[in-house]
């Protein structure tokens, strides 16, 4: 049975990803960048309005125009209802994307425009139209344990606030698209932008009606997809008619504006907690009333989240509304959950007049038992402590005490948890060839998290070699099943099946070629790039695997018992400034305490964590789907009013990897989501902290500081 | 975007018989506002002017007169010439702060003062006043960004231009030529409110083109500050500009210029009334604030410009008196 080599030379070291030069240098062909003779631009035609029916379309001004190639309706006449803004109506394809664009454009098509509503406040106002037949809202009946009411009459302070996050997008860089490159008359080949091959092939197989054999899905790199990425979507598919029809290739990527509309989006929350406490600093009861919008689709997270409240209610309400679906987006429900629990967590210990430090380690549950009988609450100690030195937690003041200019410091931290676990059904061929070449093979793909780095450094430990000998391929469907990117799981699932087919490739070699060295295969080994005989230097690499004669090895690998596990800690703290006399907010410096259970390579674990601490920065600094109740439209469908960071504001980071023995031994657990979890929340705390006054809305703009600044003194 | 005609004159004359017409015609700068414009099909002129190889419209020269600033002067050398660090350190402050390295790289001064209005009503195609079926959609909907002055009107939007502010507090004229000639304005009065969807918020007419800013000479004690949300890519929420002739330790003649509130650079008569005769202190720059905030009518959601707007005006007199009490120890 494989296991994790004890002392290991490479694994957990910190190497720079294999295609970490080609991807900063602009060498890198994206799924985007790829261009096939003959290719055709696709551009797609979405609906301008939040609200309608679908009365006619007329593509042929479209096809007469010059360079159109092939022309698509998506929309069925008479038929198709809109429920959002940028919801797909037709399709083109044509030599260029400007004579596509303005084919998309000719294209005649006659709505009958309905009433639509394109906020949460919109959506739940009297008389508001219906975008279910069974109204806007749906209201789950709230779920009860012990019994709060009588315990919070009980409890010494309570605290009553709403606190609200509001829909943001994913805004990958690389927009959702693929471009289908037809082989015969029944194969497809697809370049697409994924974090699933699979997913995608899958899709085109149902959708084309073709033969899996016959599908193949390419996705070399990729420029992010944070969950919202595992589909070929429906103008993947058109993509694929297009270019059969037009009898060439066709690339079709959404442009910014359909990528904020209906590429997916994070639910908004809002969440009215009272929570209360005794005076020793016990939560004693928690009554939530939450909601929160994700277009047509859920919105629900987590309450109380981290925290141990036995005496609890919690009612949630899904509000529907005429914006683009929600989908899966990096740990969905929990930065939500995190940010309105830690901030009702934070508001109750300024009002106890405790340490919210200590006042968030006393609520934990004694035992928060997880994989491999780890008590989290434990781990959280321990981050707990090891974060408060790195940020200086002992220059902590209460809230009014942090500056008597315009720019006021403040601290804040927040706790958050996840899974991480790996399927256990997926698969790696590993093949070595006579010529010394090793290859790894599987349908997975790397959306940044490092996938194809890890995969090579696991067979270079195992192999003796160097992570640059090992031929890492991935992102193609065609090779034995693999993971899709989502919910932390690609390491995880991947990395013991790789580490097992690496095993049984050098068992078989060696298996091979003891007789020719007159050994037995047990007596041989590898190391720095040498085959040993009984602890004895006998040939190089190269050599060993020459005596392979034609016949390469090739060994596939499945998933083994004690390789991964599940169920992740983590705390992040915020330094933040504050000018009270402009709402500004300047994040001076995070720090991100995690674990993981066995690092493969530090670099690409810390580079996910750097991410999803900026990926947090953006959600509590800037993020905001902002849409107009009077056209039912996204106001700022763009890079520029929709607001990210750029290098400037990012503060200094400092990733602090929770990587003891006890954590290694739990093997390999994934990090992509959990990172990215507590950093909106800490920062709401450290503004909260800053100014004494909470900031109940996200994002902590100048309008919503200096909006809460007001209120409070309006207040006093 | 649509198909146009596209010329590109070397001269100054070339220019205006190109922009003469026929048909729609628009000129072309550094094109970081109009290339967007037109993708998004705000603008579809007939035929786009190229003004950049017109090289006599670049450049900044000190004559008798004062500081002329070509009109197709990059905005990354206005931010480097040496005399407008020195000497005009809010027109240097304003513009180092523009969008990012590479916009400043591409834009120029006149199609900064030109550049149309960022309103997202106006963007997304519902005109300059943001109407739909005859009702204002920026009155009933998202105006977080829009004026907080002159909210009676029908014109709701900001002007965008962040060097309009400090030169029309250094007292700047702009120089215009047309078909009918040159003439010779205050950089103020390139912009007016719009009474109606028809008018523009640029008193240029068509064909016209602007060759010049002059900023007189004569030392005028000058300062800016603006509050933005992002450290780069991104506008000023308000800005303030003050240019004070002074009078020994008091204030003169000063003039105090507000972006961001009002669909025209906003000069407040009422706080350059404050600081008339005034000494240049905290207090007076306190009182300055108080007063740049009468009259303000915020929309629904934009309330929070009226606390930048006395920040603005307290911190650029402060930053022209060199007590910028608000900068981290
Ligand atoms: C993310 C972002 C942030 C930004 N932040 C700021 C900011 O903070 N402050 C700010 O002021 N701006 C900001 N901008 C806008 C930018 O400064 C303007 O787009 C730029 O200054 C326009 O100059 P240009 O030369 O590129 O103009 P162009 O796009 O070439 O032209 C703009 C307009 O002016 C007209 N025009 C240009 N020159 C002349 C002339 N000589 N005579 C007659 N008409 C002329 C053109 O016909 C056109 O209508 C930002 C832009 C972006 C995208």
Known sequence: MASWPESPRLIGTSIPRLDGLAKASGRAKYPSDIRPEGLLFGVLLSSPHASAKVKAIDLEPAKTMPGVKAVLALATAGESTIFYQGQEIAAVAAETEEKARDAARAIRVEYEILPHVATERQSAAEGAPKVFPTGNTRAARAQTTGKPDEAMQKADAVIEATYELPVITHVCLEPHGLTAHW??????????????????????????????????????????????????????????????????????????????????????????????????????????????????????????????????????????????????????????????????????????????????????????????????????????????????????????????????????????????????????????????????????????????????????????????????????????????????????????????????????????????????????????????????????????????????????????????????????????????????????????????????DMLTWKSQVYGGVIGGLNYGLFEERIMDEGTGAMLNPDMEMYKLAGATDIPEIVVDAYDTPEMRVRGVIGVGEPPTISTAAAIGNAVANAIGVRVPKWPMSPMNVLDALAAAEGKA | MKAFEYSSPTTPEDALKDLAGPGTVEALSGGTDLIGRMKDYVASPDRVVYLKDVKALAGIAEKSGGLEIGAGTRLVDLSADPIVRKRLPALHQATVEVGTPQIRN??????????????????????????????????????????????????????????????????????????????????????????????????????????????????????????????????????????????????????VVLYGVAPIPWRSEAAEKAIRGKALTRETAEAAAAAAVEGAKPLSMNGYKVALVKTTVKRALLDAAGDRYWEEA
């Open chain 1, 183 to 600: 082989k015969g008359p029944d194969s497809i080949t697809v370049y697409a932008s994924t974090q699933s091959v699979m997913g995608v092939a899958n899709d085109m197989v149902e959708n084309l009606g073709l033969e899996s054999a016959n599908v193949t899905v390419l996705t070399d790199v990729m420029g992010g997809g944070f969950g919202s990425k595992f589909n070929a979507d429906t103008w993947g598919i058109a993509a694929a008619k297009l270019a059969k029809e037009a009898g060439r290739p066709v690339r079709m990527f959404l442009d910014r504006a359909q990528e904020h509309q209906l590429g997916g989006n994070r639910p908004s929350a809002k969440a009215k907690i009272k929570l209360g406490a005794a005076k020793d600093g016990k939560l004693v009861a928690m009554v939530a009333e939450t909601s929160g919008t994700g277009g047509r689709g859920g919105s629900n997270f987590p309450l109380p989240y981290v925290y141990k409240v036995d005496d609890r209610s919690r009612a949630h309400t899904e509000i529907f509304v005429n914006g683009g679906s929600a989908r899966a987006m990096r740990a969905p429900g929990h930065p939500q959950g995190c940010a309105v629990m830690e901030a009702a967590m934070d508001d109750l210990a300024a009002k106890l007049g405790i340490n919210p430090l200590a006042f968030r380690l006393a609520n934990l549950a004694e035992a928060d038992m997880v994989a491999g009988g780890v008590n989290r609450t434990d781990l959280y100690k321990e981050q707990v402590e090891r974060g408060a030195k790195l940020i200086g937690w002992d220059r902590w003041k209460p809230r009014g005490q942090n500056g008597d200019g315009p720019i006021k410091r403040g601290l804040g931290l927040a706790l958050h948890q996840w899974g991480g676990g790996g399927a256990q059904d997926k698969q790696v061929a590993c093949i070595i060839n006579p010529d010394g070449s090793v290859e790894l093979r599987s349908a997975t793909q790397d959306i940044g998290t490092g996938a194809r780095t890890i995969l090579a450094v696991i067979a270079a430990e195992v192999l003796g070699l160097e992570v640059g000998q090992i031929k890492s391929n991935i992102g193609n469907s065609t090779f034995p099943p693999g993971q899709s990117s989502g919910g932390s799981t690609t390491t995880p699932s991947m990395a013991p099946p790789c580490l097992d087919a690496v095993e049984k490739a050098r068992d078989e070699l060696f298996k091979r070629i003891a007789p020719g060295l007159d050994a037995k295969p047990e007596d041989l080994s590898l190391k720095g790039g040498k085959l040993l005989v009984k602890g004895e230097e006998k040939a190089t690499w190269a050599q060993a695997c020459r005596k392979l004669g034609m016949m390469p090895v090739t060994a596939t690998g499945v998933f083994g018992p004690g390789l991964a596990s599940t169920g992740v800690g983590g705390c992040q703290f915020a330094e933040v400034t504050v000018d009270v006399e402009t709402g500004v907010v300047r994040v001076k410096k995070i720090v991100a305490v995690q674990d993981s259970g066995l690092i493969l």
């Open chain 2, 106 to 255: 591409m834009a120029t001064v006149g199609g900064n003062l030109l550049q149309r209005p960022r309103c997202w009503y106006f963007r997304n195609g519902h005109g300059l006043l943001g109407t739909k079926d005859g009702k204002s959609l920026v009155r009933e909907g998202d105006n977080r960004y829009h004026a907080i002055f002159l909210t009676e009107g029908d014109a709701l939007f900001i002007n965008p231009s962040s060097l309009a502010v400090p030169l029309i507090a250094l007292n700047a004229q702009a120089t215009v030529v047309g078909p009918g000639g040159e003439r010779t304005i205050p950089v103020e009065k390139l912009y007016q409110v719009p009474k109606s969807s028809d008018d523009r918020e640029l008193t240029l007419a068509p064909g016209e083109l602007l060759t010049k800013v002059t900023i007189p000479a004569g030392e005028v004690k000058n300062g800016f500050f603006e509050a933005r949300q992002k450290q780069s890519h991104d506008w000023p929420l308000v800005a303030a500009a003050v240019g004070l002739k002074m009078n020994g330790d008091t204030v003169g003649d000063g003039r």
